[in-house]
């Protein structure tokens, strides 16, 4: 099977509008939103849950009020100001370090796994196996819970015997990318032509270059600014990797989101969905 994660170097390129496309051309697949901070791929895949997994990183930690003799040690050592003069420690403001849990004298400090959030098995509106999962407000380690993911898209294709993994991946550069990327056979880059754009398209080839993952871009709302657009090129160019496609910018893509669509379904012959059948075909 092979492996195809669409990421970007900021959001809002129009990645995820693109992963759907893509799924929707796409035969005999699965599909893998890695975007765990803020997943939405599945407003546009409407995918039914079929099965829901717990995902347990990091230590939680309460303080027993029976036995806590109030002392105030574990304030004193708590950098985050996660305990209260109550002596009840904030989920959200606890770092999960465990300072408190060892100072305690009267061993009042209690600790547990940390759920992190959950992820899914699901099927797509077209019969599609999906894994998509949801990280809790505040937590960390979304890394992680990308590496899950991929770790259970890779087993359902090999049930299915299905020929690619599409993977949304997360915008950015940081560690949940690095996860997203690591091992893949292809990066399909979505740009736009703007400053932010082009700053962080030049840090994503860079990450890329790092993972020695084979990269293409895409410019998304390629008409919005020429000069940005004949920049990009150049980036492409200097940097020996291929832009396969200029996409221009149209308000029937937004029309076809608001109905919870993809163009692909809304308007299969409008340019700009012939454009997306040629970059599958460029992928594949």
Not at 137 to 147: Q, T, W, Y
Not at 209 to 226: E, L, R
Request: a negative charge; aromatic letters at 4%; charged letters at 20%.
């Amino acid at each position: 099977m092979k492996q195809i994660t669409i990421i970007s170097g900021k959001g809002g390129t129009g990645k995820t509008t693109i992963t759907a496309c893509l799924a929707q051309l796409a035969n005999n697949y699965v599909v893998a939103d890695c975007d765990v901070d803020a997943a939405d791929l599945h407003l546009l895949l409407n995918p039914q849950i079929l099965t829901k997994h717990d995902f347990y990183s990091g230590k939680g930690y309460s303080i027993n009020q029976e036995t806590c003799t109030k002392c105030g040690k574990c304030q004193e050592i708590c950098r985050y100001e996660a305990i209260s003069n109550e002596f009840i420690i904030d989920p959200i403001s606890c770092d999960g370090c465990g300072a408190c849990f060892h100072v305690c004298p009267t061993k009042a400090v209690s600790e547990t796994d940390n759920l992190a959030g959950e992820y899914y098995i699901s099927t797509t509106k077209n019969n599609r196996a999906m894994v998509h999962a949801n990280l809790h407000i505040a937590e960390d380690n979304s890394g992680k819970l990308v590496a899950q993911v991929r770790k259970e898209a890779k087993e359902l294709a090999t049930q299915i015997n299905a020929e690619y993994i599409l993977i949304d991946g997360p915008p950015g550069i940081g560690c949940p990318v690095n996860a997203a990327i690591v091992g893949i056979n292809q990066a399909i880059i979505v740009t736009e032509p703007t400053l932010s754009g082009i700053h962080d398209l030049k840090r994503i080839i860079e990450v890329t270059k790092h993972f020695n993952v084979p990269a293409k871009v895409i410019i998304n709302k390629s008409d919005i600014n020429a000069q940005n657009c004949e920049t990009i090129q150049d980036i492409c160019v200097s940097e020996n990797t291929e832009c396969i496609a200029e996409l221009p910018y149209d308000k029937i893509i937004i029309e076809a989101l608001i109905e919870g669509k993809t163009i692909i379904e809304t308007q299969p012959n409008h340019k700009i969905s012939v454009l997306l059948q040629e970059i599958w075909e460029n992928i594949k």
